[in-house]
Each structure stands twice: as structure tokens, then as C-alpha cells.
């Protein structure tokens, strides 16, 4: 089975910072690909930070330089530091994993309930 579990989300201030983690129970599964998406109210959800098994990573236009995505493996969790917070930037931040089946090259996806993060002006 393939659980997700987000955690750090909260209230700051502009400018502030907040680092988002995501730990994966994914036993007998490889862990692919594992991404920070967020969704702000009457707006679509977008991929905020992706980082794949062999480091590369994609940003968000808006969040370049300002975010940063990392992972250890050995933990089996991503983590997600966010600084120069934005009004903007406010929304549920979900957790995503893309896994295989050990010895498979079949994929699947597992999202986390989300965390909300507020910025406030």
C-alpha cells in the first residue's frame, strides 16, 4: 500500500517562510517521481515543484528562486522550502508520488490530503 503524509503548512507573513514535508509508506513500490501541487480557491491545481528519482527538478515559473524541492530517499520523503512567501502563493499545497510495482514498469499515482498555507499581506 501507498500512504502520504504531509505535514509543516500554516499561517505566515509576507516575505516569510515555511518548508512543507511528505513522507511515503510505499512498501514494495519504487518511488518515481514525488511533486508539490497546490490549488488556490476558484482556481485550477497546478504543479508547484516535481523532482524525479534522478534529481531533476521543474518549478513553477512564479516560485523559481524562491522554492526549493528536495528529497531523501532514504526517508522516503520530499520536502518543500518555500521562502519570499506571497499573498499569492496562499492554497492547499497536496503532496504527489508517482510509484511502480518493484520489478514492474507499471505506474500509479498517490496524493496526500493536503496542507493549506495562508500568506497574509
Known amino acids: 500500500q501507498v500512504q502520504l503524509l504531509e505535514s509543516g503548512g500554516g499561517l505566515v507573513q509576507a516575505g516569510g517562510s515555511l518548508r512543507l514535508s511528505c513522507v511515503a509508506s510505499?512498501?514494495?513500490?519504487?518511488?518515481?517521481?514525488m511533486g508539490w501541487y497546490r490549488q488556490a480557491p476558484g482556481k485550477q491545481r497546478e504543479l508547484v515543484a516535481r523532482?524525479?528519482?534522478?534529481?531533476?527538478?521543474n518549478y513553477l515559473d512564479s516560485v523559481k528562486g524562491r522554492f526549493t524541492i528536495s528529497r531523501d530517499n532514504a526517508k522516503n520523503t520530499v520536502y518543500l522550502q518555500m521562502s519570499s512567501l506571497k499573498p499569492e502563493d496562499t492554497a492547499v499545497y497536496y503532496c504527489?508520488?508517482?510509484?511502480?510495482?518493484?520489478?514492474?514498469?507499471?505506474?500509479?499515482?498517490?496524493w496526500g490530503q493536503g496542507t493549506q498555507v495562508t500568506v497574509s499581506s
Open positions: 523532482i524525479r528519482s534522478g534529481g531533476t527538478t
Open positions: 510505499a512498501s514494495g513500490f519504487t518511488i518515481n517521481t
Open positions: 504527489n508520488a508517482e510509484v511502480s510495482r518493484t520489478w514492474t514498469e507499471t505506474n500509479y499515482n498517490y
